[in-house]
């Protein structure tokens, strides 16, 4: 069974430092996809990000960027120069198979930013 | 990206009476639905998978005959909580998806608040 885990519960940071988030996850399956989403106060899900199995290459969105390890099963996210903005609940979340997702997700607990000003 | 919505947004009811919580994809045709929960600082479980058309497939330990869900057309799916409780006070977010393009990537709704008193 997959299973995906976020050991940072929380983390709280000073205004334009490096953060990053830790994700790892378990899994049989040779084909996967991994997930980053951020949830807001609002409670609506951001999707940040999508990586399959075979991609192992690190990715870069602006001040986002993805770390993907298959040896040891992780996909860390950073986020650099953080903003108050950046504040919010994230979760990592993986889906098997080729699907891509159309098995539902199953999400890690979930990491509490808190960027401080 | 695809527009999900749900309503209402917030709802409190008396325990033993039946909620049905709404999920409508805006602007795509959602061949797949998911349903989420989200207990107050906690991680997101998938409840159920529905595709349109079908009978749900609901996830170990969660009870079919009281959440009812309805996959009608490609646009509306709904969640029906019956005879609630208070301990079925949660966060309900759906997400749908299609299988005509190949992304597979989930949209999610803006979730729905329920308050059983």
């Known amino acids: 069974a997959q299973k995906v885990t976020q050991a940072q519960t929380e983390i709280s940071v000073v205004e334009k430092e490096d953060v990053t988030l830790d994700c790892v996850y378990e899994?049989?399956?040779?084909?996967?996809?991994l997930f980053w989403y951020k949830q807001p106060p609002s409670g609506e899900l951001v999707f940040l990000i999508r990586r399959n199995s075979f991609d192992e290459q690190n990715e870069i969105s602006g001040r986002y960027s993805w770390n993907f390890q298959k040896s040891t099963s992780s996909f860390n996210f950073t986020i650099t120069a953080s903003q108050v903005v950046d504040s919010a609940v994230y979760f990592c979340?993986?889906?098997?198979?080729?699907?891509?997702?159309?098995?539902?997700?199953?999400f890690g607990k979930g990491t509490h930013l808190i960027i401080q000003p | 990206g695809a527009v999900v919505s749900q309503h209402p947004s917030r709802v409190i009811c008396k325990s033993g009476t039946s909620v049905k919580i709404e999920c409508r994809s805006l602007d795509f045709q959602a061949t797949t639905m998911f349903w989420y929960r989200q207990f107050p600082k906690k991680s997101l479980m998938l409840m159920a998978t529905?595709?349109?058309?079908?009978?749900?497939?609901?996830e170990q330990g969660v009870e079919k005959d009281k959440f009812l869900i309805n996959h009608a057309s490609l646009t509306l799916s709904t969640l029906t909580v019956t005879s609630a409780h208070p301990e079925d006070s949660s966060f309900y977010i759906c997400s749908g998806m299609s299988l005509h393009t190949n992304s597979y990537e989930q949209y999610f709704g803006p979730g729905t608040r329920l308050t059983v008193t």
């Open positions: 979340a993986l889906s098997e198979g080729s699907g891509g997702g159309a098995d539902g997700l199953t």
């Open positions: 899994t049989r399956d040779t084909t996967y996809y």
């Open positions: 529905s595709n349109e058309g079908s009978k749900a497939t609901y």
